[in-house]
């Protein structure tokens, strides 16, 4: 059965970008792709956030917006904190991560585990569900994020997915609340 929005459960939900500036960034994904309008979290810190098994206060800002059944995910790091959008010696902007909802949460990452993928971040959203990132070690060109299903979470991505509905291209940037 497919996710409210529309995506299948353990599909591609969302497309990740780090960005070095949210605004404009968010402004080009719509203009050239038609992507809105964007709902805007941030600046934070992962409240239980862990980067390769360590603490984390790092501060980002989100920007998330649908195109389609699909979410596109912007993402600024606003420190040079270690983290996993600067790995390997400074930031890497570009496509970063797609995300799952995958069926069983623990499953899936256990699998991922046991593949020798290993767990790059860990947090826990503001619905209460968990998320991991799995760097896939080169297997594939970017991370997977494992969302954990709980409704109040794919209510979060149906009702940024419902806004874009017939946008019109008004109210472009939302703060969430």
Same mark, same amino acid.
């Given at each position: ?29 719509? @203009?050239?792709? $038609?992507?809105?309008? +964007? ?12 980067? @390769? ?10 920007? @998330? $917006?649908?195109? $389609? =059944? ?7 790091? /606003? ?5 996993? &959008? ?7 902007? $570009?496509? /970063? /991560? +797609? ?12 699998? =991922?585990?046991?593949?020798? =993928?290993?767990?790059?971040? &860990? ?9 991991? &990132? ?14 954990? =299903? ?6 979060? &991505?149906?009702?940024? +997915?419902?806004?874009?509905?017939? +946008? ?10």
């Amino acid at each position: 059965m497919p996710l409210a929005f529309g995506q299948p459960v353990g599909g591609i939900s969302q497309f990740a970008y780090a960005v070095e500036d949210i605004e404009q960034s968010a402004e080009r994904f719509t @203009r050239e792709l $038609g992507v809105g309008p +964007w709902f805007v979290r941030g600046p934070f810190q992962p409240p239980e956030g862990r980067y @390769r098994g360590e603490p984390t206060e790092t501060s980002f800002t989100l920007a @998330r $917006g649908f195109t $389609g =059944h699909v979410m596109v995910e912007l993402v600024k790091q /606003h420190d040079d904190s270690p983290s996993v &959008y600067n790995e390997n010696g400074g930031f890497r902007y $570009g496509f /970063h /991560h +797609w995300a799952t909802f995958p069926k069983d949460f623990d499953a899936a990452l256990r699998s =991922h585990l046991d593949r020798g =993928h290993e767990e790059a971040f &860990y947090d826990r959203l503001p619905s209460g569900s968990r998320v991991v &990132y799995v760097d896939t070690k080169g297997e594939l060109p970017g991370m997977i994020e494992l969302v954990e =299903h709980t409704p109040a979470q794919e209510a979060v &991505y149906t009702n940024i +997915w419902r806004a874009s509905l017939g +946008w019109d291209g008004r109210d472009p940037l939302r703060q969430e609340g």
